[in-house]
């Protein structure tokens, strides 16, 4: 695929790429494709039966493998066929942890594991609400509660057998920021409201508390100055009907069957506009990690600002 959103890493440039190649673009705001899946997938029966069974067995937005409560949701209760669902989740997390431990030595150290689901439904046309709709350009934000500026990484696999899934974009924050900044309501901020206070100290102390109770609560319920912020930058765009048909710096991406792709999410904006069966796997990268922090949504929120 030609766009310029696009780095495509073929099995040859693959096996000859340098220790920080793809972290290095990730973190310039670059999709990395994958002409070929480079995880092992599931065998063949248990795609079959994911394909045709899940869609009847939906109960909430997706199908998803929840790591630190061991359980998957999304699915009835009674199916037949939740062992299997959440066997084919917990291998393939496994599978995708290993391949990004041995490609993105250093960006990957001490990454939390989020999620790992299947998206058993058609995009196109699901009728959710804006804020849920993954039809509509955005970019990630609130996924895991307090990201604290964090980074969010998935990892796609379209395992459509004659498909493609298709994207949308408008490019990555640093523009998007400086562009719309004001119109979302970001830029009178400080940097010292990015960060969390002694009273969000508390809250997340509580819920982590909860959490040794065995109710893990606090991924999903905990927040920070910089997450709402990102939050509100990602239900502007969805809610701003001008910025959705907006063409500048608009592309189309079209992932074939057995495809797959990585993107820092919080970085680049997309939309999924139509596609049906796909495996979306979630780390969350310490900023610390990253090799090029400048680059992050933290830092430009903070330097923006710091500016305003």
Request: glycine share 6%; net charge neutral.
């Amino acid at each position: 695929m030609n766009n310029p959103l696009l780095e495509t890493f073929d099995t040859d440039r693959l096996v000859a790429s340098g220790p920080d190649e793809m972290g290095a673009a990730l973190e310039s705001g670059k999709i990395i494709y994958f002409p070929q899946c480079p995880v092992q997938l599931p065998p063949t029966e248990q795609l079959d039966t994911l394909r045709r069974e899940l869609p009847k067995h939906l109960k909430l937005k997706n199908i998803s493998y929840h790591p630190e409560a061991g359980s998957v949701r999304g699915l009835d209760a009674e199916s037949p066929i939740r062992d299997l669902v959440q066997q084919v989740l917990v291998n393939h997390s496994d599978r995708v942890s290993e391949f990004l431990r041995g490609v993105l030595p250093g960006l990957f150290d001490n990454a939390l594991i989020g999620t790992c689901s299947f998206r058993p439904m058609e995009e196109q046309g699901r009728k959710l609400k804006p804020h849920a709709s993954n039809e509509l350009i955005h970019i990630d934000a609130g996924a895991y509660g307090a990201t604290n500026g964090d980074r969010l990484l998935r990892f796609f696999v379209n395992v459509n057998e004659t498909t493609d899934r298709v994207w949308l974009s408008r490019g990555a924050f640093p523009e998007l920021l400086n562009r719309y900044a004001a119109e979302a309501g970001l830029a009178g901020l400080t940097p010292k409201q990015l960060v969390k206070g002694p009273l969000g100290h508390l809250r997340s102390g509580m819920l982590r508390a909860i959490d040794k109770l065995g109710m893990p609560v606090s991924r999903a319920l905990d927040s920070s100055p910089y997450d709402r912020a990102m939050r509100r930058f990602h239900n502007f765009m969805k809610d701003t009907p001008d910025f959705q048909s907006d063409p500048d710096g608009r592309v189309e991406m079209r992932f074939p069957p057995m495809s797959a792709w990585m993107v820092l999410t919080d970085m680049v904006s997309h939309a999924c506009i139509s596609g049906q069966h796909c495996f979306n796997y979630t780390a969350v990268l310490p900023l610390a990690s990253c090799r090029h922090p400048e680059m992050a949504p933290y830092n430009l929120l903070a330097k923006q600002n710091a500016a305003a």
